[in-house]
């Protein structure tokens, strides 16, 4: 199977509900939660042509089912990717995605993604801040 990469427009600013347990990574749109296993998923930092600096995900097949039934129910909505319980990342669903890959983009810069491919590979707790906390 050919993993297609799906792009979402990142939103911030949205408040989802709170975990029933802190995990070190988790999706989280409207009630439906997951939390991720460690090691289920791995970021890379990178850039599109045009200069774009984005993150992509790569999930493991469980995760790739899971996250796909979660877009499928939340179409237009936004997932917040939560590290250690902070919000570091809300982008809006676009469509079902499917494949096991998610490429995020946005108005990061070339250290954010960075930063942010690492966080959420590593599963790092310590010291976290989201790029988004007021």
């Known amino acids: ?5 799906a792009s979402l427009a990142l939103m911030l600013g949205v ?3 709170a975990l029933a347990q802190d995990a070190a990574l988790a999706f989280v749109a409207g009630p439906d939660v997951i939390e991720v296993p460690p090691g289920a998923v791995e970021a890379i930092a990178g850039e599109d042509p045009p200069g774009q600096h984005i993150v992509t995900l790569s999930l493991d097949a469980d995760l ?5 039934d979660l877009t499928a ?3 237009g909505e936004v997932v917040e990717v939560r590290i250690c319980g902070a919000v570091a990342i ?3 669903v676009m ?3 499917e494949g096991g890959t998610i490429r ?3 108005a990061f810069t070339a250290q954010e993604v960075a930063d942010l491919a690492r966080r959420i590979s590593d599963s790092d ?3 976290f801040s989201s790029p988004f906390s007021t």
């Not at 790739?64 to 796909?68: D, E, G, L």
Request: overall charge positive; glycine content about 4%; proline content about 7%.
């Open 15 to 17: 408040a989802a509900p």
């Open 1 to 5: 199977m050919i993993a297609r990469a």
């Open 125 to 127: 707790c310590e010291d």
């Open 73 to 75: 129910r939340n179409i």
């Open 64 to 68: 790739a089912a899971r996250f796909a």
């Open 104 to 106: 995020i983009s946005g």
């Open 90 to 92: 809300a982008p809006r």
């Open 95 to 97: 469509e079902r995605i």
